[in-house]
């Protein structure tokens, strides 16, 4: 069985393929490749892997509508490395729909995660901004 953090690298992968890769839209046709590019089977992922991809596809929308608000003026989602802008997704989807994690957890995972597969500036620009998501979730959460 694989960690939580191998788990979140996958979900980024999968998610990156599925949704700027040229042919594969489904999960389930991405997922043989980014196993297999990680050396692990099918068998020692946790249902934690699907939770997460399943969870940022269905909820885009409302993602990209929490995401948006906090970006520069007259910046777009569109204009975000896209590395960046799937970390931003999934790191905003833990924190809206996995209440038990610690935001310190997440925060710091998405950290190392844009380390490895962001621009320079990514690490930075991912922690401010989640830090803005987790501030705003947490003072509507008192209200």
Do not use: C
């Not at 896209?82 to 970390?87: K, P, S």
């Not at 997704?89 to 610690?102: A, S």
């Amino acid at each position: 069985m694989i960690d939580r953090h191998q788990t979140r690298r996958l979900a980024f992968q999968t998610l990156f393929n599925v949704m700027f890769g040229e042919d594969q839209t489904d999960p389930a046709t991405v997922y043989p490749t980014v196993f297999e590019l990680n050396h692990i089977t099918a068998d020692d992922v946790p249902p934690y892997l699907n939770t997460l991809v399943q969870g940022v596809l269905a909820q885009q929308d409302e993602l990209d509508a929490t995401i948006q608000p906090l970006l520069r003026t007259n910046w777009k989602l569109s204009r975000l490395e896209r590395a960046t802008l799937v970390l931003l997704r999934l790191g905003t989807y833990e924190l809206q729909f996995e209440p038990d994690l610690p935001t310190s957890v997440i925060l710091n995972e998405m950290i190392e995660l844009a380390k490895e597969f962001g621009g320079n500036d990514a690490p930075q620009f991912v922690n401010g901004l989640l830090a803005t998501v987790a501030k705003h979730r947490d003072s509507s959460a008192q209200a």
